[in-house]
């Protein structure tokens, strides 16, 4: 009984030790890009890098949404109104169905995304599912203003993110949508299209992050994006 215990912590030392290892270090890069389904852990990972990219004493927000990103000095979490925004369009158009005002926007995307960057000289840490349909284009913004980047995807076994997504109200909408099978198929794209670009890309799953991710004030035992 006793050596299996050992054992056991062995097993759980060691892949604690493994998940730490593939954490993104701020020594190596400027801006952390967090992507993956909803209800996969993307919230708390990024909470997680954040407090390890930055002193924490500068975060005067740890729950900021984005609405007011302006606010928070050297800190940058969650999907941002501006993120948000630019990714949103890029979503319209691979669905078809950008307006002619929109269009113009599109346009100017990568500028927009190329003055987001000169606005922040700290390194970011930047969640949003929807990179999976602008993530090229982010990462060459980043290489064009100089910006290391690095590229963190959460994984989830599939029916239990239907469950999650079920359970939400926000998803509960994406799911009737029919946003699912869309997201999957184009962060697939965007993941392959980075990893053949070169760039760096760590994988976490779900269970990880629970079992080794401990935020002051986080419980993990409850519903976590």
Same mark, same amino acid.
């Given at each position: 009984m006793r050596l299996n215990q050992g054992c056991q912590k062995i097993q759980v030392s060691a892949k604690r030790t493994a998940f730490t290892r593939r954490l993104p270090q701020p020594e190596?890069?400027?801006?952390?890009?967090?992507?993956?389904?909803?209800? *996969?852990?993307?919230?708390?990972? *990024?909470?997680?890098?954040?407090?390890?990219?930055l002193d924490t004493s500068t975060i005067t927000n740890p729950r900021e949404r984005?609405?007011?990103?302006?606010?928070?000095?050297?800190?940058?979490? +969650?999907?941002?109104?501006?993120?948000? +925004?630019?990714?949103? #369009?890029? +979503?319209a158009n691979a669905l078809l169905s950008t307006t002619s005002e929109e269009v113009g926007s599109f346009c100017d995307a990568q500028e927009e995304m190329e003055r987001f960057f000169q606005l922040w000289s700290e390194p970011i840490v930047i969640k949003a599912p929807f990179f999976a349909y602008s993530l090229s284009d982010w990462l060459k913004t980043s290489l064009r203003v100089g910006r290391r980047a690095c590229v963190c995807i959460t994984i989830r076994p599939l029916p239990q993110v239907i469950k999650a997504w079920d359970s939400a109200p926000f998803t509960q909408v994406l799911l009737a949508?029919?946003? #699912?099978? +869309?997201?999957?198929?184009?962060?697939?794209y965007e993941v392959a299209r980075a990893r053949t670009n070169g760039v760096e890309i760590r994988e976490f799953t779900y269970d990880e992050l629970i079992s080794f991710i401990d935020l002051p004030g986080q419980e993990l035992t409850g519903p976590i994006k």
């Open positions: 190596r890069f400027d801006v952390v890009f967090v992507m993956g389904l909803h209800k *996969t852990g993307t919230s708390l990972l *990024t909470e997680y890098l954040a407090n390890c990219f984005g609405y007011g990103w302006k606010a928070i000095p050297r800190y940058l979490t +969650r999907e941002c109104a501006i993120v948000r +925004r630019i990714n949103q #369009l890029y +979503r949508q029919g946003e #699912l099978p +869309r997201l999957i198929k184009a962060l697939g």
